[in-house]
């Protein structure tokens, strides 16, 4: 099922517990605006290459509408539209002041030079400038993306309507980035973890991990699992695998990473077939990649009691049925990876304040943020009867459609 259809089932099924009216239904289902742009730069061997770029803005009855930028091979409408739906409900869930959006370009990033990077982010930038904005729309890296993307963005943007920080986050810190938001989606996900553990009388010290996805969700959760006495049995990016049963050593082989810019042939592991990650023998699996990737053909053979959907869109329904009846429990993306999100809030929050605050207390207040989702989640699944996802998205819609009703339609 394609992410777009998944993420309306979702949706629908949501509002059907929360027994939403069909007009407010279908109102919230329709983004706000689509845009999709020409975005054409010369290469360094002077050849020119066109690609095509899209921002979807979802939503914006909570605030303005906030969400990442993709640069993969594979960034279509439909997925765009689904990612940018997710952030909707994502933003509700962490209840920060924001709508849902999200962007890409159909473009390999890693066969783009640091330069043809550059002037395709701010060829981008011109076409969406006057949509995006500090109280419209707040950019943020995703996959493919990071802190430089950002600080392109930043400048082309200033070059329009004068120095603006607020308009992006995840920014580089000299150019007003939030200390804590490279680790935030990482570091919430473990925030995240350990809340549903505890509920169930267990700890991350005491568990397996296999993570798929080593970029900047995967690695920074592995960071803070092993840091937390957690066992890391296994990982996997697009340069291959790795596993160790007794736990790998995560500072070692993020250094081997860097060194190689690979996964492969680390000296304290073996070498393991990609595909196997996800059905191999840990007690939580960590999706930390692409979406989709939980599916019909493998949820069956899934050995992991807990998944936890560091990336957004890993699992699709007809997995999600198969899982539920072998009794593993999914946390889901829209409150597992809300970290990256809530610390983008904070360094906004901090943009407009013009103050910087102390790492501390950006991780303690994310802290605070992830607890009182999942307390929030936890109390929704109790009225409706209903699994960790369908509660997630009903707490999300239900505060959109609150905020969309006292808005009002009057014209
Ligand atoms: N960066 C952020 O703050 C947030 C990211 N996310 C989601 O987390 C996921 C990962 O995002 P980032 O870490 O930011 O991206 P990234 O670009 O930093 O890293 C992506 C990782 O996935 C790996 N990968 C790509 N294809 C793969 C494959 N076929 N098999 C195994 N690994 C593969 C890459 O090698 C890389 O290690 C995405 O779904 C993204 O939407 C969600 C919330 C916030
Ligand atoms: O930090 C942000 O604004 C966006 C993060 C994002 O794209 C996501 O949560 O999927």
């Known amino acids: 099922m394609n992410a777009l259809a998944a993420t309306n089932r979702n949706f629908r099924n949501a509002a059907r517990i929360l027994g939403l009216d069909s007009k407010l239904e279908k109102s919230l289902l329709i983004p706000f605006r689509e845009i999709k742009v020409e975005c054409t730069i010369p290469k360094d061997d002077g ?18 509408m906030k969400g990442g930028i993709r640069y993969h091979p594979e960034v279509d409408p439909d997925e765009v539209n689904a990612l940018a739906q997710l952030m909707t409900w994502k933003t509700a869930v962490a209840d920060i002041p924001y709508g849902g959006a999200k962007g890409g370009i159909g473009c390999d990033p890693r066969e783009l030079s640091f330069s043809e990077l550059e002037r395709l982010t701010r060829v981008f930038t011109q076409k969406i400038h006057d949509l995006i904005g500090a109280h419209r729309d707040v950019p943020a890296p995703d996959m493919g ?16 309507h004068g120095h603006s920080p607020a308009v992006v986050t995840g920014k580089p810190i000299d150019l007003g980035g939030s200390l804590g938001r490279e680790a935030a989606t990482g570091l919430g996900v473990v925030f995240a973890t350990e809340a549903l553990l505890a509920e169930l009388g267990k700890s991350i010290s005491n568990m397996k991990f296999a993570i798929q996805g080593f970029g900047n969700v995967g690695s920074w959760a592995a960071k803070f699992i092993h840091e937390n006495g957690g066992k890391v049995v296994a990982v996997s990016d697009i340069t291959g695998a790795v596993k160790n049963p007794e736990g790998l050593n995560i500072p070692a082989l993020l250094k081997h990473r860097e060194n190689s810019q690979s996964l492969k042939d680390f000296e304290f592991g073996e070498n393991m077939d990609p595909n196997e990650l996800l059905v191999c023998e840990c007690d939580v699996l960590m999706p930390s990649a692409l979406g989709g990737v939980l599916n019909k053909e493998n949820a069956a053979d899934v050995k992991a009691k807990f998944i936890i959907e560091a990336a957004n869109h890993p699992t699709d329904p007809e997995a999600d049925e198969i899982l539920s009846k072998k009794g593993v429990i999914v946390l889901p993306d829209i409150y597992a990876n809300c970290g990256g999100v809530t610390v983008s809030y904070f360094e906004w929050v901090q943009n407009i304040q013009g103050f910087m605050w102390d790492e501390e207390k950006v991780n303690c207040e994310l802290k605070k943020y992830m607890r009182r989702s999942f307390q929030h989640i936890k109390a929704m699944c109790k009225t409706h009867e209903c699994n960790l996802r369908m509660g997630a998205f009903a707490l999300g819609v239900n505060r959109v459609a609150r905020s969309t009703l006292l808005r009002g339609w009057e014209a």
Request: zero cysteines.
């Open 145 to 160: 993306t990071n802190a430089q993307t950002m600080a392109w963005m930043l400048d082309e943007y200033s070059k329009f």
């Open 47 to 64: 050849s020119l290459v066109s690609y095509v770029g899209f921002r979807i803005q979802h939503d914006n009855a909570r605030g303005p």
